[in-house]
């Protein structure tokens, strides 16, 4: 079966951290290209960051450059989002996505082809 299965979001105040995880089917953990996007209430889906797995590449929107980082365990077939220091126009619902070769328009969700469900991150005091 083919899956990604989010979890690991919830409400949390300013300044505070979480880490989102993403566990994976065999078959798409083997992709080159694995990504974080998020999407608010109105917004259209939005880049957070992505990794090419054979190059060990990492990439982040300016937004949350410094303060996540993106990361897989192969062991485990998961791929993580650890943010710190999160601000009320982090809340989103945020998605992980994954796509057998790697695309240098690695920023449009267009060019991915499995995606999961999403898990909701609400920053709020």
């Known amino acids: 079966q083919v899956q990604l299965v989010e979890s690991g979001g919830g409400l949390v105040q300013p300044g505070d951290s979480l880490r989102l995880s993403c566990a994976a089917s065999?078959?798409?953990?083997?992709?080159?290209?694995m990504a974080w996007f998020r999407q608010a209430p109105g917004k259209e889906r939005e880049f957070v960051a992505a990794i090419r797995w054979r190059l060990n590449t990492k990439y982040y929107t300016n937004s949350v450059r410094g303060r996540s980082t993106i990361s897989r365990d192969s062991a485990k077939k998961t791929l993580y989002l650890q943010m710190n220091s999160l601000q009320p126009e982090d809340t989103a619902v945020y998605f992980c996505?994954?796509?057998?070769?790697?695309?240098?328009?690695?920023?449009?969700?267009?060019?991915?082809?499995?995606w999961g469900q999403g898990t909701q991150v609400t920053v709020s005091s």
């Open positions: 065999e078959r798409i953990f083997s992709s080159d290209a």
């Open positions: 996505a994954a796509r057998g070769t790697w695309n240098v328009d690695y920023r449009s969700p267009i060019h991915y082809d499995y």
